[in-house]
């Protein structure tokens, strides 16, 4: 049974820019979640979505938003990107709300020059 | 604000020496407590869910037990494959309906031959 997939893998972008990041979540989960990771932390919650609807946003600027498909799949937009946008990108789905395990994907590392 | 704490930092074990990794929370009613692996450049890797105290889990080398303010994660006899970073994570009650992990920086475990 495949995992979280993300893509890409690894983005270099220029300050300014605008990114997006793609996850599939495990066949039949209905959460998504996205967090950041800097190097040397823990991972940071950026959003959460449900059923294409978002369920919950952590402390981040509007410059980061999200949407969920009908697929379950889940993008991550980041605009007018700043040097401290440079971090793994983790996706995590599960199979319901509530105090169900994440399974996180292998992450997209950014980097912001 | 939720906040996990996790100690030490960094440790160093021979080859079989057990010991403990703490983890300390402070959450508004906590719904769920997280332990994860992490490889380097990689995404976490789920290892247990406990959701109160008194509540022990056991996979392979490790266990994790749970208090109302912090929680272990005991390694026996490890091998040099048990080296990784290891993340606690908390889930609250009061997430505003969002299902957001609160992770702590991590515990960076160096197991030698």
């Known amino acids: 049974d495949a995992g979280v997939t993300q893509s890409p893998t690894h983005l270099i972008k220029t300050r300014g820019q605008h990114v997006t990041l793609r996850c599939s979540p495990i066949s039949g989960h209905k959460s998504v979640s996205w967090y950041q990771q800097v190097l040397g932390q823990g991972p940071q919650f950026i959003f959460q979505y449900y059923e294409k609807e978002e369920r919950g946003r952590g402390n981040f600027p509007d410059r980061f938003s999200a949407r969920q498909f009908p697929n379950y799949s889940s993008e991550l937009n980041v605009n007018a990107l700043l040097l401290g946008d440079s971090a793994l990108y983790l996706c995590?789905?599960?199979?319901?709300?509530?105090?169900?395990?994440?399974?996180f994907g292998p992450g997209t590392r950014l980097t912001v020059t | 604000e939720d906040q996990v704490t996790q100690s030490p930092e960094a440790l160093r074990l021979q080859e079989g020496e057990s010991s403990s990794l703490n983890c300390s929370y402070t959450?508004?009613?906590?719904?769920?407590l997280f332990w994860y692996r992490q490889d380097p450049g990689k995404g976490p890797e789920f290892l247990f869910t406990l959701y109160s105290a008194g509540e022990e889990k056991e996979k392979e080398r490790l266990k994790a037990t749970l208090t109302k303010k912090e929680s272990f994660l005991h390694i026996t006899a490890p091998k040099p494959e048990d080296s990784a970073t290891y993340l606690c994570?908390?889930?609250?009650?009061?997430?505003?309906?969002?299902?957001?992990?609160?992770f702590g920086k991590g515990t960076h475990l160096i197991i030698q031959p």
């Open positions: 959450v508004s009613g906590l719904r769920g």
């Open positions: 995590a789905s599960s199979w319901d709300r509530g105090a169900y395990e994440q399974y």
């Open positions: 994570a908390v889930q609250a009650e009061s997430g505003g309906g969002a299902d957001g992990l609160t």
